[in-house]
């Protein structure tokens, strides 16, 4: 580093001693003076002055790259756009709702509430939400219908003798591993080292809150079969999951699995991991179809025209499982209010409503039971039944009862 003129300190020195001079007593060599003896320049000073500061960021900065690359790689890689080009609902380089404007509305000055992806204490659970615990054990062969929500909006659903994991989550929903960033209310009921066999993994769309990448790496070599929208392949492939184990699903796209069909259908929502990558992949809502019985899963998605139109496709439903939470008046089009996924229920042409996307994240910026509050009591008010499992409990909806453990005055 060079000094600026400055800081910079002039130092004369003596004229050297020949050899064949003397040194009259009263006289002290110039040599212990000036040359075995450091000098203490600015120079020295100036090193010593930013040498420790980087000590001290030393530890910060290993943290910021390591976080650095942990994002990097749960982002995971894109597709190849041109396979899309030919879509009605892929347009300038991206896929596109086709109920809404290309864009969805998003109004910060109206949003409500606290909080966010850092989250607001006041709107978490004040004990422990009812959980029944899981794990390998928990599961026998799979039946003709079985369903166990994990939280949020993960579950495992038997239907027709085969298991299927969807939108599985187990940590926060943070591309790196920070407990303040998006955290859970608490943890959820089985870990993925303790899943099941599963016969397929089914992934509505590539939001952090859906789409885990350190849960499709576990499962890679384990899973039989992912099933995702158009473009989320290229991020399971660069995870580590086969190419040949993935099928790929546009809208009105179908794959069979053993017997149960599972049809992608329209959902009013959009994708994104990072700022560049918004609507490169597909979402989704699902149909599914065995053991006499249909169901649909909604995904995330705004309300819409689209779930008269599914409903009038098929006929109605046995089960809608739908989104009730993280709606708000900032993005009102991208989520439901829970009195839209009552109504929504009933465009499909629903025989009952199972909650879901709720009770694990504040996302919608409202205190935790807000949303199951008014869902309840929309669909009681228009007669449509609605099943709230404990996170873990095995539902089957002929002898499920309702105990209505979200009320608990000690939890709110």
């Known amino acids: 580093m060079v000094l600026p003129e400055c800081l910079s300190v002039k130092i004369k020195y003596p004229n050297p001693v020949s050899s064949n001079q003397t040194h009259r007593p009263s006289e002290k060599p110039l040599s212990g003076i000036f040359f075995r003896r450091p000098v203490r320049t600015n120079r020295n ?62 109004y910060p000055e109206r949003a409500t509430g606290k909080g966010g992806f850092i989250r607001d204490d006041s709107y978490v659970p004040k004990g422990r ?25 993960s579950a495992i659903l038997e239907l027709g003798g085969q298991r299927i994991l969807i939108d599985p989550v187990f940590d926060n929903a943070s591309p790196v591993s920070l407990p303040i960033i998006v955290p859970r ?56 999951v086969p190419s040949e184990k993935i099928t790929e699903l546009g809208w009105g796209d179908a794959a069979e699995l053993n017997g149960v069909k599972i049809t992608a259908e329209t959902a009013q929502h959009y994708s994104a991991r990072w700022r560049t990558d918004r609507n490169k992949t597909l979402w989704a809502s699902f149909v599914l179809e065995g053991a006499g019985r249909r169901l649909y899963w909604s995904g995330d998605t705004g309300y819409g025209p689209h779930f008269a139109d599914i409903g009038k496709k098929y006929g109605g439903f046995d089960t809608a499982f739908l989104e009730i939470d993280a709606a708000n008046a900032g993005w009102p ?80």
Not at 59 to 71: N, S
Not at 130 to 143: I, R
Not at 209 to 225: F, G, I, P, S, Y
Not at 382 to 406: H, I, T
């Open 333 to 412: 089009q991208t989520h439901m209010f829970p009195e839209q996924s009552v109504q929504a229920a009933l465009d499909l042409g629903a025989k009952r409503m199972v909650p879901m996307h709720w009770g694990v994240f504040s996302l919608g910026r409202n205190p935790w039971y807000v949303s199951i509050d008014k869902a309840v009591k929309t669909a009681a008010h228009k007669n449509l039944p609605l099943d709230v499992p404990k996170m873990g409990e095995k539902y089957r909806p002929d002898s499920f009862r309702n105990d209505g453990w979200w009320t608990r005055k000690e939890l709110r």
């Open 129 to 153: 939400l009812p959980m029944h615990t899981l794990d390998k054990n928990s599961f026998g062969q799979a039946e003709a219908f079985a369903y166990y929500w994990l939280g949020h909006a």
């Open 45 to 106: 000073i100036m090193k010593k002055r930013y040498k420790y500061p980087l000590i001290a960021l030393s530890p910060i900065l290993l943290a910021a790259a390591v976080f650095g690359i942990e994002f990097y790689r749960n982002i995971g890689k894109l597709p190849d756009e041109s396979r899309f080009a030919r879509l009605p609902y892929y347009q300038n380089g991206a896929f596109r709702n086709i109920y809404t404007a290309p864009e969805l509305p998003y």
């Open 185 to 240: 209310f608490q943890e959820a009921p089985i870990s993925r080292e303790n899943l099941p066999h599963i016969d397929a993994v089914l992934i509505s769309h590539d939001h952090y809150d859906h789409l885990e990448a350190a849960t499709v790496r576990h499962l890679a070599d384990k899973a039989a079969r992912f099933i995702v929208p158009l473009g989320v392949s290229d991020r399971l492939q660069s995870w580590g």
